[in-house]
């Protein structure tokens, strides 16, 4: 062997996994911070991402933190969590804690504890990648799902939602795109990145479309109850007796408290369809292999949803509001971004690009890369979330410095407008 050749060993990494990753909302938030000015003495201000933890305004309840204290305290959460599903109080009190908005109670069996929902969402893309077999994920989205689904060979194919009827699900689209391979759906309610909740009487839509299909909903719910419009947040799960649901969700966003790392994937399968079409087994035969959440938080889940007060939720709901006014009425202002809908829900308001307005910005990336260069100001790029042209403001954020960001956008429009 050569002294210094590498061309003899015969190791080589997985290429699936840089392809998978390439389009993940976390590379191109590094690559935006690395463009940030240099010269700049103001703050940078983070309207890309979507963590607002990391501001008092939003920080967590005391009484959470009480309960991930008392229960590593207690000493019962250090060894290996050795329930297949997740540690039984906490899947009780995920069960009642969701049947609360359900026509039917779902028991702790239906409950699979996850680090997060993004694992949940690594687990049931690992579920259905059989060879041929494909979901419908939506456009805008969750980059999440298309990572996970490349890296299983999971086949997906887009659909759009509709920005002029409150990013609903364009159900025509998903009956011509489905076909006698495709296994599921996947919505997003409240929505990242569109800020949308959806009525009753869609989701009862999306159902029956499943149904036809036969196929199953994933209802990604990382948002549950943090809606603050007209809307009220109806969960997927409701119409399960329609076609089975599984529902993803977790502490991340509600409690605000994305490191900690506690989610779940819920089946609402009323008739036992998933139980008989065998994925069930295959989730648990999967989670042999994975590692679990924490066990000391999942010890510290009753706890904590026993005790955190409504009113910090309200608390949340009442800044989240007072955020996206100010976003909105401050957007619909200037002629260089268009707001097709009010967020009714979730962390974040889409906005259209009006490129013919602009001068010398290509597209969205540019846009971006030249706003954090010019302005030390980060906004999520649409191309991450499915969207060229388009960007996600991410308004949960300190409202002075939400106000700030803001202005220093419409300074940078104003600056690269056509004459
Ligand atoms: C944040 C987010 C997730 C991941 O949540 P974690 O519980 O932090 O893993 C999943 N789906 C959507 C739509 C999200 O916005």
């Not at 990753?21 to 690395?34: A, C, D, F, P, Y």
């Not at 009480?66 to 019962?76: E, F, H, P, T, Y």
């Not at 819920?266 to 008989?276: F, M, S």
């Not at 967020?343 to 971006?368: H, Q, T, Y």
Request: charged share 25%.
């Amino acid at each position: 062997m050569e002294a210094n050749g590498s061309s003899k060993w015969r190791f080589q990494a997985n290429q699936d996994l840089i392809e998978a990753s390439s389009r993940s909302v976390r590379k191109i938030v590094v690559t935006l911070m690395e463009s940030l000015g240099k010269e700049d003495t103001r703050p940078a201000i983070p309207l890309g991402h979507g963590d607002p933890s990391v501001f008092p305004y939003f920080r967590t309840t005391v009484v959470a933190e009480d309960a991930v204290v008392d229960a590593i305290r207690s000493g019962n959460y250090n060894s290996y969590c050795t329930d297949l599903q997740g540690v039984l109080p906490a899947r009780r009190a995920v069960a009642e804690d969701l049947s609360q908005d359900l026509p039917y109670k779902l028991s702790p069996e239906d409950v699979f504890l996850t680090s997060g929902c993004k694992q949940a969402i690594e687990h049931i893309t690992a579920v259905l990648a059989c060879p041929n077999a494909n979901i419908l994920l939506p456009r805008p989205g969750f980059p999440d799902y298309e990572a996970h689904a490349m890296f299983y060979h999971l086949e997906f194919r887009l659909f759009d939602l509709l920005p002029d009827k409150g990013w609903e699900v364009d159900l025509e689209a998903v009956e011509a795109l489905a076909d006698d391979n495709t296994v599921a759906m996947v919505i997003i309610n409240p929505g990242n990145p569109c800020g949308n909740v959806y009525t009753y009487q869609h989701l009862m839509k999306v159902a029956e479309t499943a149904r036809k299909l036969g196929i199953m909903v994933i209802s990604d719910e990382a948002y549950a109850r943090l809606n603050f419009g007209a809307n009220p947040f109806v969960p997927m799960g409701t119409f399960a007796s329609v076609a089975p649901v599984i529902t993803l969700g977790s502490i991340s966003k509600r409690w605000l408290v994305p490191g900690w790392r506690l989610g779940w994937l819920v089946k609402n399968d009323p008739h036992g369809i998933l139980a008989k079409s065998g994925v069930v087994e295959s989730l648990k035969s999967y989670r042999v292999m994975t590692s679990d959440a924490a066990t000391f938080l999942q010890g510290a889940f009753p706890e904590m949803i026993e005790k955190t007060k409504e009113e910090f939720f309200c608390k949340i709901l009442k800044n989240l509001r007072v955020n996206v006014d100010i976003c909105y009425d401050k957007i619909k202002g200037i002629p260089y971004l268009i707001c097709p809908y009010k967020p009714e829900g979730s962390m974040f308001m889409l906005v259209k690009l009006n490129l013919a307005l602009l001068d010398g910005i290509r597209d969205d990336m540019d846009f971006c890369e030249k706003l954090a260069r010019e302005e030390s100001v980060i906004v999520l790029p649409g191309v991450a979330v499915g969207l060229k042209n388009w960007l996600r403001i991410t308004f949960a954020i300190e409202p002075s410095a939400l106000e700030e960001g803001l202005e220093r956008i419409i300074v940078f429009c104003h600056r690269h407008s056509k004459r």
